[in-house]
């Protein structure tokens, strides 16, 4: 028997009795602890506590495919390494490399095999390799796996344990409050060897749902985990957690026992001997994804999913009134948990997480702003059968190119104003590399794929990429040298840590500003920035400017003087004024 603090078997046996009352709950822990901690494997004597240690302003991620760059000759992962060094290294320490299994669909959404590398990008060594050298983060990609996996196939055949894998349902069940991110049927029809069965697909008819109700699920998951904590994973993305949990008759997200299972995982993680961050992606509204924090036992970390669509808006609208109401609301994360801020991602913009924040109006110009840039829509069933916009697919440096006004001359200054403003914010700053690589719309890539995502997911040939990255003239270049700038004078201010305090300032409606102040209190950031193509002046008593310290603007390096009079900012400039710079 291992030995833990006192409080971890109670704990697992209480979790293991809210999700799976009629199971042994002591057997269960058994297999839960020696799957998790196999021979050879340590544990910690006591649970890590919540603290504001397990992250600094000195982190920073850049979100990416494993073969978002190729050059038909060498692993793409081998060249995500050397770009990483070459274009990354000392101003972003963190990677999430999203999917890098064998897949069929969803581009690397629907896997196939949990437990090997995607041949086509390269193979464990070099995931090792790259976690060795940055803050790793991968998927577990809980909801559901291809259909063309060896689990479903051995389902199909009645075969177990995977026989009792997957979620069935019966077209006759009343599935009418079932909350859906997508449009097509639920429910697919497949022949067994049991006969016909109808399983659940909550998100394709090619990534069939698991049984979460079958604990062998979970044991299998829980296996896969630890094969990423010792593969260099230290955050671990739960993809689509919010929909796990199933049951007839149910809305069937959020469910309790979705909450125990993170509450479990993240009860393995505060006693594994690996500093392991727990980060759920639940792409819904603001305070259906807070819930996700739990009472500081659920998961470490949670994406901002709110800020996309409000800093959009933001920018096309000229005026920050919702994003300012919006962020005045929100609760500092606890202690022990941090937000991932993002714009933009690997999916697309989702409008979920704006409901009640924005109007019908509101929504509605923004998604044919989007249109009118290039960009795509992408839908949602409504439980009266209707359908409402789920996500907006367009690269976030398409979606910078002009205002509800139309095109204009501001794209780039839009773009670096729109992710300068993300990286103040109380959080942890993550950066999709198209975004960074300043990428246009990829239409081609849409339609040869048949769907809507390709838009954002380009790939890139090194070589290509290498000419456009050393010409001054070029968008990647500009743009590229303009973030990692402002990354690297971010990463050194302390009252930019993730749990540093934060004030959201009332100010002109064309600027977004905050206070941050540092857990020292030595050093304080006015950080503002300037929404609109106007000229806007504010006055220093307006944000408490005090008279007699040393001001100094960190993105400009000049000083600021409080009774200087008005304080300028021109089209989308951002100040981030400090005492300490």
């Not at 041949?119 to 790793?136: K, N």
């Given at each position: 028997m291992r030995e833990f603090d006192a409080t971890f078997r109670a704990r697992l046996l209480t979790l293991i009795g809210q999700i799976y009352p009629d199971h042994d709950a002591g057997d269960l822990a058994v297999r839960i602890e020696q799957t998790f901690w196999p021979e050879g494997t340590t544990h910690r004597r006591r649970g890590r506590m919540p603290g504001?240690?397990?992250?600094?302003?000195?982190?920073?991620?850049?979100?990416?495919?494993?073969?978002?760059?190729?050059?038909?000759?060498?692993?793409?992962?081998?060249?995500?390494?050397?770009?990483?060094?070459?274009?990354?290294?000392?101003?972003?320490?963190?990677?999430?490399?999203?999917?890098?299994?064998?897949?069929?669909?969803?581009?690397?959404?629907?896997?196939t095999d949990y437990r090997a590398v995607?041949?086509?990008?390269?193979?464990?060594?070099?995931?090792?390799?790259?976690?060795?050298?940055?803050?790793?983060?991968s998927d577990l990609v809980l909801n559901h796996v291809s259909s063309q996996s060896h689990w479903f196939h051995e389902y199909r055949q009645g075969h177990a344990p995977y026989d009792a894998f997957f979620f069935e349902a019966s077209p006759e069940d009343d599935l009418s409050l079932v909350v859906r991110p997508r449009a097509h049927p639920l429910l697919r029809k497949v022949e067994t060897a049991r006969g016909t069965r109808h399983v659940w697909c909550t998100f394709s008819h090619d990534q069939i749902d698991l049984d979460f109700s079958n604990p062998d699920v979970l044991l299998e998951f829980i296996a896969i985990t630890r094969l990423h904590i010792d593969s260099g994973v230290r955050i671990l993305r739960l993809d689509a957690v919010a929909f796990i949990w199933k049951e007839v008759g149910t809305r069937s997200i959020h469910m309790p026992q979705t909450h125990a299972i993170v509450r479990l995982l993240r009860l393995l993680a505060d006693f594994a001997t690996e500093p392991i961050i727990l980060l759920t992606e639940t792409n819904v509204p603001n305070q259906e994804n807070l819930s996700y924090f739990g009472n500081r036992n659920e998961a470490h970390a949670v994406y901002n999913f709110t800020l996309p669509p409000l800093v959009l808006h933001a920018m096309m609208a000229g005026t920050a009134r919702n994003l300012v109401r919006w962020q005045g609301s929100m609760p500092p994360a606890q202690l022990g948990c941090a937000y991932l801020n993002f714009t933009a991602s690997h999916d697309g913009i989702g409008m979920r997480?704006?409901?009640?924040?924005?109007?019908?109006?509101?929504?509605?110009?923004?998604?044919?702003t989007m249109r009118d840039f290039g960009g795509l829509v992408s839908m949602r069933a409504l439980p009266d059968g209707g359908q409402s916009a789920y996500e907006l697919n367009i690269t976030w440096f398409e979606a910078m190119k002009g205002t509800f006004k139309g095109p204009d001359e501001w794209q780039i200054e839009r773009f670096i104003a729109s992710q300068t403003l993300m990286m103040a914010l109380e959080g942890i700053p993550a950066f999709y590399i198209q975004s960074l690589l300043a990428c246009a719309n990829d239409r081609e890539g849409v339609e040869k794929s048949g769907h809507n995502r390709a838009i954002n997911r380009h790939r890139w040939d090194?070589?290509?990429?290498?000419?456009?990255?050393?010409?001054?003239?070029?968008?990647?270049?500009?743009?590229?040298?303009?973030?990692?700038?402002?990354?690297?004078?971010?990463?050194?201010?302390?009252?930019?840590?993730?749990?540093?305090?934060?004030?959201?300032?009332?100010?002109?409606?064309?600027?977004?500003?905050?206070w941050r102040q540092s857990l020292d209190r030595d050093q304080s950031i006015f950080a503002l920035h300037n929404v609109s193509s106007d000229t806007v002046m504010v006055d220093p008593y307006a944000i408490n400017l005090i008279e007699g310290e040393n001001w100094v603007d960190l993105l400009t390096g000049a000083g600021v003087e409080a009774s200087a009079g008005e304080i300028s900012f021109a089209p989308y400039q951002c100040r981030w004024i400090t005492n300490r710079g």
């Open positions: 504001n240690r397990h992250w600094s302003e000195r982190d920073a991620l850049i979100i990416t495919y494993g073969n978002s760059i190729v050059d038909g000759q060498h692993k793409p992962l081998d060249l995500l390494r050397d770009f990483l060094h070459r274009q990354m290294s000392g101003v972003v320490n963190g990677v999430h490399i999203l999917p890098f299994f064998p897949y069929t669909s969803d581009d690397g959404f629907a896997v995607n041949p086509a990008l390269g193979d464990w060594t070099d995931i090792q390799r790259i976690g060795s050298e940055f803050l790793l983060m997480p704006a409901e009640g924040i924005l109007t019908a109006d509101d929504t509605a110009r923004v998604i044919e090194y070589g290509d990429l290498q000419t456009l990255l050393d010409d001054p003239e070029s968008p990647q270049h500009i743009v590229m040298q303009a973030m990692k700038e402002r990354i690297d004078v971010r990463r050194r201010q302390r009252a930019f840590h993730p749990n540093a305090t934060q004030f959201t300032l009332r100010l002109d409606h064309r600027i977004f500003g905050l």
